[in-house]
């Protein structure tokens, strides 16, 4: 029997710890490129009481450098009056007053006097400012502004509550008139700094904050721009050098940061429905998903989540990127080619990676660079590669993009070589996992918590451990993979992979389907016994169409019970399974881009029913959320009447996923396929919900080909017009 406590201990090691919930106030999240911040409501960076720094802060490249950033008005907390992001993402909105101040001299200063309005955006690994203080009252004030700052540069793991016997080097503060420079020189021997740089010299300035004396008129104002500024570079301690000539403040990155969206927005599709509140839900997920795209030299990335992911993860860009597929299949095209340019091309038991394999996870901070933690570079996922394959699969049917196939065909088809010989390390014919490195992940599907993965009776399962949707996701790939060679001119490479897919096919039927379930077993332990659960899992085998469909039918009807759907969504666990808890993170909560790929696979057997009832519980959650922007996910209690759904103390958000779900969801209601080599958009069995009377689709491309098209309910059917074509595409409707 498997020792169920070490596997808990080791897998312990990367938990993220709660010791307060992040969701106590509503945070406010703003991204770019490497640098993600997360202020409160006031727009500070404060810590979550008894020392504890919390997980607020600016952070670079995994690493914290600012970790205490809070604005006092006469040394005192000002009133918030409104805070938010703006509906882009791209900065953050901050309204405060003055509470009642008592002068020295008897006077007082009324509350509402002074407004101090903030607005913060991120823009080239920087955090920029402009502070307008206003006063409106009729007499002269004089009163100070005070910033307190400090930079402890952890590490995101160190956040995450992951002790450390050692730390770097810390350099003391360099001050100037109107800059302060914080350093450390980490174990990895990089040396990290926070510059803080004013356009006016401060009153007074130091390493604990900068204090600025205000003599303001009678409704006159004063404005204070600054940068924080992130900097990291190999090499030994050396002093801070001054910034030279023209400092690049608020206003300007404001508008490099709004020209850049623009740019990246101009040549993607335009989605209005009839309905307002879910165009917020929709406009929110677009924006995030925007923002948590990141350049890099193969493409844009889309990163996975902030806080704790905000960094290439195989798996959730493969993902995400199929979510948005249909609507913007630039992401598809970035995370194809960055995953295969970082393939593993060797052997290493330390990072779980054998030569073909996809990466799971990169990490740029000092622990990962100090050795400290594998995931420098870490390929202990078990799914990310087929995935990988099948994306690409999608890719080209989506797009008839040959040359970005050919030129990844090497590592496609390296990739299907792992599937065949180290991923089915057993040879009988399914793909498992079971850890190598002693510092890896044990569980290794996309529900990779410690205890996950279970048989009915409660008891851990023993690897090598099977999925039942990584055996899903193969016969995707060996499909997609037949599909490609087939376009590359290599038939008999293309055969022998339809007739593996099949034989897979017949043989994952006789393994997992359980008859007592109604549904796929969740895995196969070590000896081939099937974890006998009802879970999500199942749900997420029929996107790749795997399944007979009668099986299909048995499947969605399980999903759509009481034990699985909620009222927001479906569960990842039923909740008659032993090891059911709608708090735990993967045994009974609810996912939002788990339900997505539900939806789109319960759609493709022709179950939009569920579908629409997915969708909708979504929908209404993103209602009752901050924002509108659905978090990684929620608690799994049922839904209560007049109550929000119960959210997850340390989930992230943004997530990209989660974001991405809406898209996938509305795809999966349309029954939407864009077919390049065809020339094709069709539409199967479409059908709205009763909330949306109404969809319209503007600058829809095909290959060289646009089209608008508009979407309209009507006596319970879909109507499809099509006001605009320009190029050659047919638009049909498919019973």
Same mark, same amino acid.
């Given at each position: 029997?498997?020792?169920?406590?070490?596997?808990?201990?080791?897998?312990?090691?990367? $938990?993220?710890?709660?010791?307060?919930?992040?969701?106590?106030?509503?945070?406010?999240?703003?991204?770019?490129?490497?640098?993600?911040?997360?202020?409160?409501?006031?727009?500070?960076?404060?810590?979550?009481?008894?020392?504890?720094?919390?997980?607020?802060?600016?952070?670079?490249?995994?690493?914290?450098?600012?970790?205490?950033?809070?604005?006092?008005?006469?040394?005192?907390?000002?009133?918030?009056?409104?805070?938010?992001?703006?509906?882009?993402?791209?900065?953050?909105?901050?309204?405060?007053?003055?509470?009642?101040?008592?002068?020295?001299?008897?006077? !007082?200063?009324?509350?509402?006097?002074?407004?101090?309005?903030?607005?913060?955006?991120?823009?080239?690994?920087?955090?920029?400012?402009?502070?307008?203080?206003?006063?409106?009252?009729?007499?002269?004030?004089?009163?100070?502004?005070?910033?307190?700052?400090?930079?402890?540069?952890?590490?995101?793991?160190?956040?995450?509550?992951?002790?450390?016997?050692?730390?770097?080097?810390?350099?003391?503060?360099?001050?100037?008139?109107?800059?302060?420079?914080?350093?450390?020189?980490?174990?990895?021997?990089?040396?990290?700094?926070?510059?803080?740089?004013?356009?006016?010299?401060?009153?007074?300035?130091?390493?604990?904050?900068?204090?600025?004396?205000?003599?303001?008129?009678?409704?006159?104002?004063?404005?204070?721009?600054?940068?924080?500024?992130?900097?990291?570079?190999?090499?030994?301690?050396?002093?801070?050098?001054?910034?030279?000539?023209?400092?690049?403040?608020?206003?300007?990155?404001?508008?490099?940061?709004?020209?850049?969206? *623009?740019?990246?927005?101009?040549?993607?599709?335009?989605?209005?429905?009839?309905?307002?509140?879910?165009?917020?839900?929709?406009?929110?997920?677009?924006?995030?998903?925007?923002?948590?795209?990141?350049?890099?030299?193969?493409?844009?990335?889309?990163?996975?989540?902030?806080?704790?992911?905000?960094?290439?993860?195989?798996?959730?860009?493969?993902?995400?990127?199929?979510?948005?597929?249909?609507?913007?299949?630039?992401?598809?095209?970035?995370?194809?080619?960055?995953?295969?340019?970082?393939?593993?091309?060797?052997?290493?038991?330390?990072?779980?990676?054998?030569?073909?394999?996809?990466?799971?996870?990169?990490?740029?901070?000092?622990?990962?660079?100090?050795?400290?933690?594998?995931?420098?570079? $870490?390929?202990?996922?078990?799914?990310?590669?087929? !995935?990988?394959?099948?994306?690409?699969?999608?890719?080209?049917?989506?797009?008839?993009?040959?040359?970005?196939?050919?030129?990844?065909?090497?590592?496609?088809?390296?990739?299907?070589?792992?599937?065949?010989?180290?991923?089915?390390?057993?040879?009988?014919?399914?793909?498992? $996992?079971?850890?190598?490195?002693?510092?890896?992940?044990?569980?290794?599907?996309?529900?990779? *918590?410690?205890?996950?993965?279970?048989?009915?009776?409660?008891?851990?399962?023993?690897?090598?451990?099977?999925?039942?949707?990584?055996?899903?996701?193969?016969?995707?790939?060996?499909?997609?993979?037949?599909?490609?060679?087939?376009?590359?001119?290599?038939?008999?490479?293309?055969?022998?992979?339809?007739?593996?897919?099949?034989?897979?096919?017949?043989?994952?039927?006789?393994?997992?389907?359980?008859?007592?379930?109604?549904?796929?077993?969740?895995?196969?332990?070590?000896?081939?016994?099937?974890?006998?659960?009802?879970?999500?899992?199942?749900?997420?085998? %029929?996107?790749?169409?795997?399944?007979?469909?009668?099986?299909?039918?048995?499947?969605?009807?399980?999903?759509?019970?009481?034990?699985?759907?909620?009222?927001?969504?479906?569960?990842?666990?039923?909740?008659?399974?032993?090891?059911?808890?709608?708090?735990?993170?993967?045994?009974?909560?609810?996912?939002?881009?788990?339900?997505?790929?539900?939806?789109?696979?319960?759609?493709?057997?022709?179950?939009?029913?569920?579908?629409?009832?997915?969708?909708?519980?979504?929908?209404?959650?993103?209602?009752?959320?901050? %924002?509108?922007?659905?978090?990684?996910?929620?608690?799994?209690?049922?839904?209560?009447?007049?109550?929000?759904?119960?959210?997850?103390?340390?989930?992230?958000?943004?997530?990209?996923?989660?974001?991405?779900?809406?898209?996938?969801?509305?795809?999966?209601?349309?029954?939407?396929?864009?077919?390049?080599?065809?020339?094709?958009?069709?539409?199967?069995?479409?059908?709205?919900?009763?909330?949306?009377?109404?969809?319209?689709?503007?600058?829809?491309?095909?290959?060289?080909?646009?089209?608008? %098209?508009?979407?309209?309910?009507?006596?319970?059917?879909?109507?499809?017009?099509?006001?605009?074509?320009?190029?050659?595409?047919?638009?049909?409707?498919?019973?």
């Amino acid at each position: 029997m498997i020792d169920t406590d070490e596997v808990l201990r080791i897998s312990d090691r990367y $938990y993220i710890l709660a010791t307060s919930a992040r969701i106590d106030d509503r945070t406010r999240v703003l991204k770019h490129g490497d640098t993600f911040a997360i202020f409160d409501r006031f727009g500070d960076v404060e810590g979550s009481g008894a020392g504890v720094p919390g997980i607020y802060g600016i952070y670079h490249r995994d690493t914290r450098h600012l970790s205490r950033f809070r604005l006092r008005l006469a040394d005192g907390r000002p009133l918030l009056l409104s805070s938010t992001i703006r509906d882009d993402n791209a900065a953050l909105a901050v309204d405060l007053t003055n509470p009642d101040i008592s002068l020295a001299d008897g006077r !007082l200063i009324h509350r509402g006097t002074i407004h101090v309005f903030r607005s913060m955006c991120l823009w080239d690994a920087a955090c920029h400012e402009r502070l307008v203080v206003h006063n409106y009252g009729t007499e002269p004030v004089a009163t100070a502004l005070t910033l307190d700052f400090g930079a402890d540069f952890a590490d995101i793991f160190e956040v995450r509550g992951l002790p450390r016997e050692r730390r770097g080097l810390r350099l003391p503060a360099e001050v100037a008139a109107s800059d302060v420079a914080f350093s450390y020189e980490g174990l990895d021997r990089r040396l990290r700094r926070t510059r803080f740089a004013f356009d006016t010299p401060p009153s007074k300035l130091d390493e604990n904050g900068a204090r600025f004396e205000l003599e303001l008129g009678a409704h006159a104002e004063a404005v204070i721009r600054f940068s924080i500024a992130c900097e990291s570079e190999v090499g030994p301690a050396v002093p801070v050098p001054r910034p030279r000539g023209r400092r690049f403040w608020y206003e300007e990155a404001a508008k490099d940061a709004g020209a850049a969206l *623009s740019a990246a927005r101009a040549d993607e599709p335009h989605v209005i429905t009839s309905n307002e509140q879910f165009n917020d839900w929709l406009n929110r997920s677009l924006a995030d998903l925007h923002m948590m795209r990141t350049s890099t030299p193969h493409g844009v990335y889309p990163y996975a989540g902030v806080p704790w992911f905000s960094t290439v993860f195989g798996r959730d860009g493969i993902v995400t990127a199929f979510e948005c597929l249909w609507f913007d299949p630039v992401v598809a095209r970035g995370v194809l080619q960055y995953l295969a340019a970082t393939q593993a091309d060797a052997d290493s038991e330390e990072q779980d990676a054998q030569p073909g394999k996809v990466l799971h996870e990169t990490r740029g901070g000092e622990m990962a660079g100090a050795g400290e933690i594998p995931f420098g570079r $870490y390929y202990g996922s078990i799914d990310a590669t087929p !995935l990988f394959v099948a994306l690409a699969g999608a890719y080209f049917d989506r797009t008839g993009d040959l040359a970005t196939i050919r030129g990844i065909w090497p590592q496609l088809r390296r990739a299907l070589d792992w599937i065949d010989r180290d991923g089915d390390s057993d040879g009988d014919g399914f793909v498992e $996992y079971f850890r190598r490195s002693a510092r890896g992940l044990v569980q290794q599907g996309w529900k990779d *918590s410690q205890d996950s993965v279970f048989h009915a009776d409660g008891e851990l399962a023993e690897g090598p451990i099977a999925l039942c949707e990584v055996q899903a996701g193969v016969y995707a790939a060996r499909h997609a993979g037949a599909r490609l060679a087939r376009a590359l001119g290599d038939d008999a490479t293309a055969a022998r992979l339809v007739e593996q897919a099949e034989t897979l096919r017949r043989r994952f039927d006789e393994a997992f389907w359980c008859e007592e379930l109604g549904m796929y077993a969740l895995a196969l332990d070590g000896r081939k016994r099937p974890c006998r659960v009802r879970t999500s899992n199942a749900g997420q085998c %029929l996107l790749s169409g795997i399944a007979d469909p009668g099986r299909a039918r048995r499947i969605a009807q399980a999903l759509a019970g009481e034990s699985f759907f909620t009222g927001w969504g479906i569960r990842t666990v039923a909740s008659t399974e032993r090891r059911f808890n709608p708090m735990s993170y993967h045994n009974g909560s609810v996912w939002p881009h788990d339900n997505a790929l539900i939806a789109a696979g319960v759609a493709r057997y022709g179950h939009g029913d569920l579908a629409r009832q997915v969708m909708t519980g979504l929908f209404d959650a993103s209602i009752a959320v901050d %924002l509108h922007r659905l978090p990684e996910l929620f608690c799994g209690f049922p839904r209560r009447q007049g109550e929000s759904p119960t959210l997850y103390p340390v989930s992230c958000s943004p997530q990209a996923w989660a974001s991405g779900s809406v898209l996938l969801l509305l795809q999966a209601c349309l029954g939407l396929t864009l077919r390049a080599a065809e020339k094709k958009i069709m539409f199967t069995r479409p059908k709205l919900p009763e909330y949306l009377e109404q969809v319209r689709i503007e600058n829809l491309r095909l290959a060289d080909a646009r089209v608008d %098209l508009t979407l309209s309910r009507h006596r319970g059917d879909v109507v499809v017009d099509v006001p605009r074509r320009e190029g050659r595409v047919e638009v049909m409707t498919v019973e």
